[in-house]
């Protein structure tokens, strides 16, 4: 089974150009229509006239990033009929047209969250980071959310008013920005919707409507979801790959339901056909400290149809994105353990999940965590490393 490198691209939304990715030693993108309303259809005229801009390109196109999932569906409201309807027609047209994997995601409201988007790192670099106590900072002094404290260590709680101390003004709208836009507005979600001069207000609203939905309740909407989309995906031969929770634990009040590996053992268990599949993304497992990434690869290996590969290193209170080859035995092991477990794949594509800023990504505004540089160089390490071991 041969590993393909990529990078994600966002189309008429992204400074990065597609002959920038085909120079940096790319052979495919990862990207979607992102132009779209989420819920509409996409239409085969409209899938082919990207494809074909990529294959211009020198480029290929095989998974989608993402399809997203309406949020009434994960809400488990009547109009998901339509929702439902939908994303199974976009799935066939886009099986038509040749691509082999749709990437999504199950998260309620948010998509993935950090609190830094420029933690200082080695060399003058910087990443992304998740802290807890910022969160909680957030959650309890800023959106002032009922209940909020109780969701948090004491020692968290103190700890995060005396950095509510330290903030002037400028650092709390900076800090609200982060979580709320910083990460969200690019990508397609709810809160990419909301009015930038009421972010507080629009949040507690979108938060409010997902009232009286726990576990159980978001399990069950998301069994009913994959229970009408599998068969059709397995139908049209194309590969549902969902993408962990990240950070892979609740936040916000909000139920997480694709954060550990019991999670992904009910997931495949529901749905045993092959066509419900996961995203492997190595991120955002390993920011749990029980997390053993080489054991998960190796227990979902014939689930697995695409690949994010990056590490976090975990602090007092969080983590932050590491280099990409910063745990070079676990990589080792997951790549050979795909290789030889991947049972009936020719190929595996992947991409290095987002890169941490460096040299001259800093003059230039990129979406957070996917500067150029710096995803090259995750991209032209994690290629070396595959042939340097021959796998």
């Given amino acids: 089974m041969e590993f393909i490198g990529s990078l994600r691209w966002f189309g008429n939304n992204d400074r990065i150009t597609l002959e920038q990715i085909r120079q940096g030693g790319a052979r495919e993108v990862v990207t979607a229509l992102h132009e779209k309303p989420i819920g509409a259809v ?12 990529i294959r211009a390109a020198g480029l290929d196109w095989t998974v989608v990033e993402s399809l997203p999932v309406h949020e009434d569906i994960k809400k488990g409201k009547p109009e998901r009929e339509r929702w439902i309807e939908n994303y199974i027609a976009s799935l066939q047209n886009l099986a038509a047209c040749g ?22 790192v080695a060399g003058g670099r910087d990443a992304l980071a998740f802290d ?5 900072l957030f959650d309890i002094f800023l959106l002032k959310r009922v209940g909020a404290a109780e969701c948090y260590p004491e020692a968290w709680v103190s700890d995060a008013a005396r950095m509510l101390e330290t903030l002037d003004e ?8 982060t979580i709320l836009k910083g990460t969200q507005s690019f990508v397609n979600g709810p809160m990419g919707e909301l009015d930038a001069a009421d972010l507080m207000v629009g949040f507690n609203e979108l938060l409010a409507s997902y009232d009286g939905i726990g576990t159980a309740e978001l399990r069950s909407n998301y069994r009913y979801f994959l229970d009408r989309v599998v068969p ?4 049209a031969n194309i590969y549902l790959a969902v993408h962990p929770d990240d950070p892979p634990f609740s936040i916000f009040g909000l139920p997480r339901i694709m954060s ?8 495949t268990s529901i749905q045993p056909l092959p066509h419900n599949g996961i995203t492997f993304c190595t991120g955002s497992l390993g920011s749990r400290a029980d997390m053993d990434l080489p054991a998960f690869a190796k227990k979902y290996a014939d689930r697995i149809h695409f690949l994010h ?22 990589l080792k092991l997951i790549l050979k353990t795909l290789k030889e477990r991947s049972s009936g794949k020719d190929a595996l594509v992947f991409r290095p999940d987002h890169g941490q800023r460096m040299l001259h990504d800093f003059d230039v505004d990129y979406h957070p965590g996917y500067p150029l540089l710096g995803r090259l160089k995750g991209l032209f390490e994690l290629d ?8």
């Fill in 170 to 177: 400028e650092g709390i709208q900076q800090l609200i920005h």
């Fill in 309 to 330: 590969l990056r590490f976090t290193e975990l602090t007092e209170s969080g983590f932050f994105e590491a280099d990409h080859l910063s745990r070079p035995k676990d």
């Fill in 384 to 391: 070396a490393f595959i042939k340097a071991y021959s796998v």
């Fill in 42 to 53: 996409w239409e085969k005229e409209e899938i082919t006239a990207l494809l074909e801009r």
């Fill in 232 to 235: 059709e995906a397995a139908r």
């Fill in 99 to 120: 691509i082999r994997v749709i990437c999504y995601n199950f998260m309620p409201l948010l998509d993935w969250v950090r609190t830094d988007l420029r933690y200082p």
């Fill in 260 to 267: 550990t590996t019991e999670d992904f053992a009910w997931l």
């Fill in 132 to 136: 807890w106590k910022c969160l909680a």
